[in-house]
């Protein structure tokens, strides 16, 4: 499959980053275009994966980056 899917591929498609890099990359990409953010397959089922996502929300928000 990588054979058909080139990397420009893929990022138009989806965010690639660090937990630390993600709420940066998100207001750039998404800044004023969108109001909520959606993260499928994000493993949400468990308690440190939801409070790492409630941290990268909690940053964009208190940086009024988005």
Not at 7 to 24: F, I, K, N, Q, R
Not at 46 to 64: C, L
């Amino acid at each position: 499959m990588t054979a058909q899917i080139s990397d420009e591929m893929l990022d138009a498609y989806s965010v690639a980053a660090t937990w630390e890099e993600l709420p940066g990359v998100l207001a750039r990409r998404y800044g004023g275009l969108v109001d909520r953010i959606a993260p499928y397959g994000a493993g949400l089922g468990s308690a440190g994966e939801r409070e790492r996502w409630r941290a990268v929300v909690a940053s964009i928000g208190n940086n009024k980056m988005i």
